[in-house]
């Protein structure tokens, strides 16, 4: 056969449980195949497995997002009244409810927590799977679900990994036409995990794969792990979410109490007043302004009166940029109309 990669599901693994030895039990899949480690092959395990192997349960799946979470990057409200929050989780990655998950979880009703170490727990893995088949040049990656911006779907990706390469840096080399690359850096980590996801699936319940043929990208050594694959500070383009991005220009922080005062953007369609009220509510949100300014809400204006006639352009322009979030235009009345006791603010939908 020529080269190439194979990807087999470890079929016939036992459920895992709290204190399980988990790379015994994948050490039992593969020789229950049939099948052995050779040098160069690659481990994948699901996070869910490693986590339940961990004993990392909670009973209750909002304290356990709140402590996994670092800082919130987006936040809609689910039509059942539950807030659904995309952040940065304790593990590293940006995820929808830092990665804590009610699926395959047996008959039990708690969650399940993302070890907050995955590197780590490759690392141990990598060291007793290492043992027990005498080979020095092996891979493992901690593989999860997430979905992607710009993209429909979930795939998993790399949560951890040892003895990988986890990317593969082209930088500085050329093309096939000898163009010079100058961004090109493929995420090895990433792709393994999601090859070894069409073979585990979530449906069927197998949590391992094991990988053959990656070459050189397989070392053995434990170094950088999939962590540094987190992309977060100066070169994080996207660090917040659009519609937050403009509230947290106006001081609405994402997961902060004033947000969720103010109202949180629903998943689905809203009504024009329902969004309109909440940039209302945004603009308003400054504690240093005068509390006597005022806004009358109309069917195509927002009129904003009363108080301290600095204070009430302050509210003004709050408001534009706050209906900008909530995806409309406006602007205000012509100038000959400063010097009024009122500022209007026309609006329309972008």
Do not use: Y
């Not at 195949?33 to 690659?42: A, F, H, K, N, S």
């Amino acid at each position: 056969m020529p080269d190439g990669l194979w990807v087999v599901a470890l079929t016939g693994m036992p459920e895992v449980r709290a204190g399980d030895d988990l790379a015994a039990l994948v050490a039992e899949g593969v020789r229950a195949l049939g099948l052995t480690i050779d040098e160069g092959d690659v481990v994948v395990v699901s996070s869910k497995v490693a986590s339940k192997a961990l004993g990392l349960v909670a009973p209750d799946r909002e304290s356990a997002v709140a402590a996994a979470t670092v800082r919130v990057v987006a936040e809609r409200a689910m039509a059942d009244g539950r807030v659904t929050r995309v952040v940065e989780s304790a593990s590293g990655p940006v995820m929808a409810a830092a990665g804590v998950d009610a699926s395959n979880t047996g008959a039990s009703d708690s969650v399940l927590l993302l070890p907050t170490d995955p590197d780590g727990v490759c690392a141990s893995l990598l060291a007793a799977l290492q043992r027990d088949f005498d080979v020095t040049r092996l891979g493992v990656v901690l593989s999860d679900t997430s979905g992607r911006p710009w993209r429909e779907g979930q795939v998993d990706f790399a949560l951890g990994a040892a003895g990988l390469s986890v990317v593969d840096d082209l930088r500085g080399t050329v093309d096939a036409d000898g163009r010079a690359l100058a961004v090109t850096t493929r995420a090895i980590a990433d792709e393994v995990a999601a090859a070894a996801d069409l073979v585990k699936g979530k449906v069927e319940g197998v949590p391992v794969a094991l990988v053959r043929g990656l070459g050189a990208f397989v070392t053995g050594l434990v170094g950088a792990g999939a962590r540094s694959l987190v992309r977060t500070g100066p070169d994080d383009w996207f660090a917040t979410g659009s519609a937050e991005a403009v509230r947290a220009g106006l001081g609405v922080a994402p997961g902060s109490e004033r947000s969720a005062s103010v109202g949180i953007a629903a998943m689905g369609q809203e009504t024009v007043t329902v969004r309109v009220g909440r940039a209302v509510a945004v603009a308003l949100s400054d504690e240093a302004l005068d509390e006597s300014v005022g806004v009358d809400v109309g069917p195509d204006a927002v009129v904003v009166t009363g108080g301290d006639p600095v204070d009430r352009g302050i509210v003004a322009a709050r408001l534009g940029v706050a209906l900008w979030g909530e995806g409309f235009g406006s602007s205000l009345e012509p100038v000959a109309h400063r010097g009024s006791d009122s500022v209007t603010v026309r609006v329309w939908v972008r």
